[in-house]
């Protein structure tokens, strides 16, 4: 006992003999990190962007209300299209910028200058970055028009211009045919390992996902720039998601706080039910996934049925159809990018004229099978026979109409994707309900924080996009 008192009285020297500065020292947070690994950082970043594009709180993204899938019970401000009362765009915009990009910008940084790192290991690292970086703007983009890009993430400058939205995504394909020639590259090694929550460092996985995100923009800027589409389109189409395992996503845990935020948002609150502008649809193509998208009402005159609630209106929780106990699993994954959308977009390409492999019945028939089949859990011969029904049939004369409406059912549990999609194709022929605020939010107005805090900056932003209003148009939605 006395050895351990008297180690104890020379470890206490010890230690404090080596504090000769109490504020550098004494006032040091123990549980405050000082060296943050950037594998962490991107594991954050991935949560955090699946999070935002995944969640239906409030407070974040409301898009499931935006593109008809979702109505309200009780609180149906969403659904009338309400942005400001809890600043909806500003949490949007900051989870982006702040949980995001800055935490890919510091991991990048943080890698470049580690002069350890394996050459090749240290391009794979970035370029997986590169590719994350590059999802997140597109959001950003897709959301808001013209947003600050090239003077953002700077701490020594809080008022960074607003770049132009065709100027952005035009330097955005520079930078993932970068990646995508790093990957190409540097594909012999672990990638990011442990740390990347979609893949586990397979490289492979990665260049198959940068090819079909290059796939995805070069379809976005197709009416606007057909010509930049149809080579970008043509480049990317033979390296893309060949069947669902390559999907790009987040699997979630059984348990909150990694659960998935579906899950966690509707335990807690009983107000989002079916909308009858989507479950009508559902219902009258005699849809399988019907019953994996929702599960009928519990009570009252619709007891047993698929009955949505009134688009834009107050409802009866109990009354109507809700999400389903599959939308509520706590570990269902969270989708960046998925081989269903990927033959959609094929199909596009091909009914576009792009030089493309596969016919565009065989990229729509596989892109339906596979929601039917891989994503909701149905059948081959429940996916053949709803592909035989007229309304679901590729019309080639009106591609549009069938693409379109086919995206917006299995685009379900997608938000964002989901309401970019319909500004896009224009199908379904959406309407905004008699209490709305406004039309259907075509894009979100920039938050007040810019306004209040980056005047200059905003003021000529909104006047370059033609004002900073809902219904003016990103450059890729061509009118």
Not at 276 to 286: G, K, M, S
Not at 392 to 408: D, F, P
Request: glycine residues 4%; aromatic residues 12%.
């Amino acid at each position: 006992m006395k050895k351990i008192f008297l180690y104890s009285l020379a470890s206490l020297f010890l230690a404090t003999s080596c504090v000769n500065d109490l504020d550098d020292d004494y006032n040091l947070d123990p549980k405050r990190a000082t060296d943050v690994p950037p594998g962490t950082l991107v594991s954050n970043a991935q949560f955090n962007l699946t999070n935002v594009i995944t969640t239906p709180d409030y407070n974040t993204n409301v898009f499931r209300y935006y593109v008809q899938h979702w109505a309200a019970a009780q609180y149906p401000d969403e659904s009338q299209y309400n942005i400001n009362t809890r600043e909806i765009n500003r949490f949007f915009w900051t989870i982006l910028y702040r949980d995001v990009l800055s935490d890919l910008r510091e991991a990048k940084t943080l890698i470049t200058a580690n002069n350890v790192l394996a050459p090749d290991l240290k391009a794979s690292q970035l370029a997986c970055i590169e590719v994350l970086e590059v999802y997140a703007w597109t959001v950003l983009v897709n959301t808001y028009g013209d947003i600050p890009y090239s003077q953002a993430l700077d701490i020594n400058n809080v008022q960074p211009v607003f770049d132009d939205d065709v100027a952005i995504y035009n330097d955005l394909f520079t930078r993932l045919d970068a990646a995508i020639n790093s990957l190409s590259q540097n594909s012999d090694n672990a990638g990011l390992g442990n740390a990347d929550l979609f893949y586990g460092g397979d490289l492979e996985k990665w260049l198959k996902f940068a090819n079909s995100l290059k796939l995805r923009m070069g379809i976005t800027i197709a009416d606007a720039n057909p010509t930049k589409a149809r080579t970008i389109v043509e480049e990317a189409a033979p390296n893309v998601f060949t069947s669902s395992d390559d999907d790009a996503e987040l699997p979630y845990t059984p348990n909150v706080p990694t659960a998935n935020p579906v899950y966690d948002e509707l335990r807690q609150r009983d107000d989002n039910v079916a909308a009858n502008t989507f479950i009508d649809v559902l219902v009258d193509w005699q849809d399988p996934r019907l019953d994996e998208f929702f599960r009928p009402a519990p009570e009252g005159e619709n007891e047993g049925e698929f009955v949505g609630g009134v688009y834009g209106d107050l409802n009866n929780y109990v009354d109507v159809a809700q999400p389903s106990d599959l939308v509520r699993e706590p570990d269902a994954p969270g989708i960046l990018l998925s081989y269903t959308e990927v033959e959609f977009l094929l199909a596009e390409a091909a009914l576009r004229g792009f030089n493309v492999p596969g016919n565009p019945e065989e990229h729509y028939t596989a892109a339906i099978t596979s929601s039917i089949v891989n994503d909701w859990g149905g059948t081959q011969a429940e996916a053949s026979a709803y592909l035989q029904q007229p309304e679901v049939m590729l019309n080639t004369t009106n591609w549009r109409q069938s693409i379109g409406m086919q995206k917006w059912i299995a685009l379900y549990n997608q938000p964002v994707e989901g309401w970019k999609e319909w500004r896009r194709l224009d199908y379904p022929q959406l309407v905004a309900p008699p209490l709305a605020q406004s039309e259907i939010p075509l894009r979100f107005p920039y938050p007040a924080t810019e306004q209040n805090l980056n005047n200059a900056n905003y003021t000529a932003a909104a006047a370059a996009i033609g004002g900073d209003v809902v219904t003016t148009r990103v450059f890729w939605d061509v009118d």
